[in-house]
């Protein structure tokens, strides 16, 4: 197994979960939570014009599918099971994730398990799951909502993080795990930052003027999502650090290459950065209510919180005490990946009990994310 793929197994508890249940405050606030509830659906991912929705989850026979709905409508059409023949691995068999949107709604965009590699030989399905999860074996794809139609974006070296798309959906960033990581200095493996067009012909959608825009002395990079204004991205990394358990969350502006760090924290793992509607405020996941804990921010013993920033990095506030005993959404998983309901009220998180994902409502007291 080559060094980098033992590193993002690592990573992969990086997408670890925790667990939410019914915690109502006093409420002062937009930004008070007022509850935190253990959802038993799937969150719905809603189309730009709010017509449909897309739902991914794992299939009877263990692999992630993408299921698209319709506004009134309680059925699911699975999207994903048909595409020409794979000679190593039928397609219905690929697990599709990182599922979202192209601005434009004509499109899905995700990630697909490449149809053969090493270590599907040998490797067991949950850790195998795990890693695919992270990004790893991993090629970006897009396909049209019947799912009559896929294309190939990107064929990556080892794996994908993103692509996050810029909301005139004209351009994507996207991180790719490169060879040569060396598990006892590049913990999650060695990446690199892509910038892409996102280019139509005829229809049919590709990456087209792909560039590195990778900041200077990073390893391991991964894109949130962009803000309102179309440039300035939401980026966790391990920029000037020694170990990247301890990655911050920075804002990168694509245009100038300005990067800005927000939490400037050594120790403590802050990831998954997601912009609020009005881009006014971030969500992300964090150790720091932990930090007392010098291994809460690693791997194996990783603790984390959602916890939410205004866009200087300033007016932290922790929204879930998943670790904390006494806690109604007290559990022994992590927080995990988030993202704000249109309105701004509400913040749709999932936790993962490795490698499985539980769903979670925080309804705040108002339009915290659309002010």
Not at 102 to 113: D, L, N, Q, R
Not at 156 to 175: I, L, M, R, S
Not at 246 to 257: K, P
Not at 277 to 306: C, Q, V, W
Request: net charge negative; charged share 15%.
């Amino acid at each position: 197994m080559r060094p980098n793929f033992i590193l993002a197994y690592l990573f992969l508890l990086v997408f670890i979960s925790c667990k939410k249940s019914d915690s109502p405050t006093s409420a002062s606030s937009p930004c008070d939570v007022v509850s935190i509830t253990r959802d038993a659906n799937f969150p719905r991912l809603w189309s730009p014009d709010g017509t449909k929705f897309l739902v991914n989850k794992l299939d009877a026979n263990g692999v992630y599918q993408i299921y698209l709905g319709h506004a009134m409508d309680t059925s699911l059409t699975c999207i994903s099971l048909n595409y020409p023949f794979s000679f190593l691995r039928a397609w219905k068999d690929r697990q599709k994730m990182q599922v979202q949107w192209h601005p434009s709604g004509k499109f899905i965009i995700c990630a697909v398990e490449k149809e053969f590699y090493p270590e599907l030989l040998y490797t067991p399905y949950e850790l195998r799951l795990g890693w695919l999860q992270s990004g790893i074996w991993m090629d970006v794809w897009a396909a049209t909502p019947d799912g009559n139609n896929w294309y190939q974006l990107a064929t990556t070296e080892h794996g994908v993080t993103g692509p996050a798309f810029t909301p005139d959906g004209n351009k994507a960033v996207w991180a790719e795990a490169t060879n040569g990581g060396n598990i006892f200095v590049d913990v999650f493996g060695v990446w690199k930052l892509r910038l892409s067009n996102f280019s139509l012909s005829n229809n049919t959608p590709s990456f087209a003027g792909t560039t590195d825009i990778s900041p200077q002395g990073s390893r391991w990079l991964e894109p949130g999502t962009f803000a309102p204004d179309g440039r300035s991205l939401l980026l966790n990394s391990d920029i000037g650090l020694t170990n990247a358990e301890g990655q911050d969350q920075y804002i990168l502006d694509i245009v100038t290459g300005q990067i800005t760090n927000l939490t400037n924290s050594p120790k403590v793992w802050d990831e998954h950065g997601v912009w609020s509607p009005d881009g006014k405020k971030i969500l992300f996941m964090s150790s720091y209510p932990y930090r007392a804990d010098t291994n809460s921010y690693h791997t194996l013993s990783i603790k984390t919180e959602f916890m939410l920033m205004n866009r200087d990095g300033s007016g932290l506030q922790q929204l879930t005490h998943f670790r904390e005993p006494g806690y109604p959404e007290y559990h022994n998983g992590i927080a995990a990946i988030g993202f704000f309901s249109a309105d701004g009220k509400t913040i749709y998180g999932q936790s993962l009990n490795f490698p499985y994902m539980e769903n979670w409502m925080i309804k705040f007291n108002g339009a915290c994310g659309k002010q």
